[in-house]
C-alpha cells in the first residue's frame, strides 16, 4: 500500500467520528430548542398577552400587540389585592427558606463531618423525605396547624410545613459539598484553637456557599409557587400571589388580558431569582453530584 493511500485512509478515519459528533450535536441543539420553545413559550405568549386589549386576543389570538396596551398591567399594579398578596409571598418565602437553609445545614454538617453509628441510615430517612411531597400530607397538616398548633390563617402556619418538606433536598445537595472538604483545614483549625462551631461558621459554611445559594434558591422558589397548602390554610387578606391569580381569574374570567398581565407579574419574582443566580444553582448542583 502505498503512503499516499495510507494517508486517505487516515483522513477517512479520523473524519467520521468528527462528522458523528457533528450529527450528535445537531440533534442536540435541535432537542434543546423544542424544549426551550415549549418552557418559554408560554411564558412568552403571557406577556405578550398581557400587552393586548381583549378584542385582540379574540380576534388574532397568536398575534403580536398591535398597538401596545399597558393598563393591563397598570392596572394590576395600582391595585392594592396585588401588593397583598405580593407581600404575604415574600413574607412566606422568606420564612421558608430561613428555616429550611439553617436547619438543613445544620443536619447536614453532623452527617457529612462526623462518623457515628446510624449515620447512613440517618441519611437514608432524607433521602425518603424527597418521596412525599406536601399534597400527600396536606389533610393530616392542616388538622396540625390549625387545630393542634392554633397556627391556621397565619404565615408561619404555611412556611414551617414548606420548609420542613424542602428540608429533604436540602440535606441531601449540601452534604456533600461538606464531605467533599478537606480534613485537613479542619484540623488545622482545631489545631489553632479554633472551637468545633467557629470551623463550621468561619470555614465550612463559606466554602459550601454554592450549595447553600441552590438550595436557599430552590427554597424559596419552591415557597413562591406552592398553591395547595395555601389553599388550605389562608384565608382573606393572608393569601399568596398563587391564590391571588385564581381569585383574579375568576372574578375577572371575561377579561383574559388582565388575567395575562396579573400572571406574568406574579412569575417575575421567582423568574428574576432563577435566572440572576443560575450559574451559581449549576456549579451547586454539579458540586453536589460529584461529591
Not at 158 to 184: D, G, K, N, S
Request: no cysteine.
Amino acid at each position: 500500500m502505498s503512503e499516499r493511500q495510507r494517508a486517505g485512509m487516515s483522513v477517512t478515519t479520523n473524519l467520521a467520528p468528527r462528522g458523528k459528533r457533528g450529527g450528535n450535536n445537531v440533534l442536540v441543539y435541535l432537542i434543546s430548542l423544542i424544549v426551550v420553545a415549549i418552557t418559554v413559550g408560554p411564558v412568552l405568549y403571557g406577556a405578550m398577552g398581557g400587552f393586548r386589549t381583549n378584542a385582540q386576543l379574540a380576534e388574532k389570538p397568536t398575534g403580536l400587540p398591535d398597538p401596545w396596551v399597558g393598563t393591563n398591567y397598570s392596572g394590576v399594579l395600582s391595585g392594592g389585592s396585588f401588593w397583598t398578596y405580593a407581600v404575604n409571598s415574600t413574607v412566606i418565602a422568606v420564612i421558608t427558606t430561613g428555616v429550611a437553609v439553617v436547619f438543613g445545614v445544620m443536619a447536614a454538617y453532623p452527617l457529612a463531618r462526623y462518623r457515628f453509628k446510624g449515620r447512613e441510615a440517618l441519611f437514608m430517612v432524607f433521602v425518603l423525605g424527597l418521596l412525599f411531597p406536601a399534597a400527600v400530607a396536606v389533610i393530616p397538616l392542616f388538622i396540625l396547624v390549625t387545630r393542634d398548633l392554633g397556627m391556621g390563617n397565619t404565615w408561619w402556619g404555611v412556611a414551617l410545613p414548606q420548609a420542613a418538606f424542602a428540608l429533604p433536598l436540602t440535606v441531601v445537595i449540601l452534604r456533600p459539598f461538606l464531605m467533599a472538604l478537606p480534613r485537613e483545614l479542619e484540623e488545622a483549625a482545631l489545631i489553632d484553637g479554633a472551637s468545633r462551631i467557629g470551623v463550621f461558621w468561619r470555614i465550612m459554611l463559606p466554602l459550601s456557599m454554592p450549595g447553600v445559594i441552590t438550595v436557599a434558591v430552590l427554597a424559596f422558589v419552591t415557597s413562591w409557587n406552592a398553591y395547595i397548602l395555601p389553599l388550605l390554610l389562608l384565608q382573606g387578606e393572608m393569601r399568596t400571589l398563587p391564590l391571588g391569580v385564581a381569585d383574579f381569574s375568576t372574578e375577572h374570567s371575561a377579561d383574559t388580558a388582565g388575567v395575562l398581565a396579573f400572571t406574568t407579574i406574579a412569575m417575575i419574582p421567582a423568574l428574576v431569582l432563577f435566572l440572576a443566580l443560575q450559574r451559581r444553582i449549576v456549579s451547586g448542583l454539579q458540586g453536589a453530584v460529584k461529591g
